[in-house]
């Protein structure tokens, strides 16, 4: 049975418009070696710290660097609210690491394309792929962590939809699905969706989806999508899924 862990604050930046970073120390209970996990899982984060307890939220990965856990978060609601407020020494109880990751054996030539917030699976997925790799970056006006995959990608392209950076409109306008083998994206479901119907055909989509979630661990059903294999939960059985298994 799994069960939470405390994980100490490192830090807590605001890095755009309701954007945070949250780096967490998590040194006891990884004394085994214990795996932190891959692109694609999350952690389910709850806070006590706070006043007021609040129910657990979903976060993915989007560095692990020795004992340190990187999570991006967009403040939504109550919850994320509370962890931005917290600070250096704070603590957070995680679960995880939860669901299953993007495939980083896959052959061929990488196209990343991410919306949003739905670029922290994908800042660690580009950390740990070998393949070549282009990165599709769309944001609305801020833009944040290109300078890291810059480095590690062999042609970043940006967008914003107020042109303030990069390409003015959205990010898949950028991207041409005949130059790779295969795509990575996870973002706002409208954008996924038009990735999927862009590749049709010419190529594989894996998409990280995103779904409200209650437990995080494929008990309550919260959290189920429509699929070629009937209803799949995004906690359990994704949150990465081939474009050939969703159904819209
Ligand atoms: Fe409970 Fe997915 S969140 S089954």
């Known amino acids: 049975k799994r069960a939470y862990n405390k994980g100490i ?3 807590n930046t605001k ?3 309701n954007i945070f970073e949250l780096k967490l120390e998590i040194d006891l209970w990884n004394r085994f070696g214990e795996d932190l996990g891959i692109p694609g899982q999350f952690y389910m984060l709850r806070g006590w710290e706070a006043k007021d307890p609040f129910l657990p939220r979903p976060i993915s990965i989007a560095n692990i660097e020795d004992n340190i856990i990187t999570f991006l978060y967009e403040v939504r609601g109550k919850g994320t609210h509370i962890i931005s407020k917290l600070v250096k020494g704070d603590t957070l109880e995680l679960l995880g690491p939860l669901g299953n990751g993007f495939d980083l054996k896959l052959k061929g030539k990488v196209g990343i394309v991410s919306g949003g917030i739905g670029i922290a699976p994908l800042i660690y997925l580009s950390k740990k792929l070998d393949n070549n790799v282009d990165f599709y970056c769309g944001f609305r006006d801020e833009v944040y962590y290109t300078d ?6 062999d042609r970043l392209f940006i967008s914003t939809e107020d042109g303030s950076q990069g390409h003015k409109g959205f990010v898949t306008e950028l991207f041409d699905p005949h130059r790779y083998d295969l795509i ?4 706002p479901l409208p954008m996924i969706k038009n990735v999927i119907k862009i590749c049709r055909d010419i190529v ?3 998409c990280s989806m995103e779904s409200r979630m209650a437990c995080g661990i494929g008990a ?3 959290c189920t999508i429509k699929t070629t294999k009937g209803m799949e939960r995004v906690c359990k059985d994704g949150p990465v899924f081939s474009s050939r298994e969703v159904i819209f």
């Open 220 to 222: 309550c059903l919260g």
């Open 184 to 187: 990575f994206t996870c973002g």
């Open 204 to 206: 594989p989509v894996y």
């Open 15 to 17: 890095i755009s418009h």
């Open 9 to 11: 604050i490192h830090s």
């Open 148 to 153: 890291i995959i810059e480095k590690r990608v």
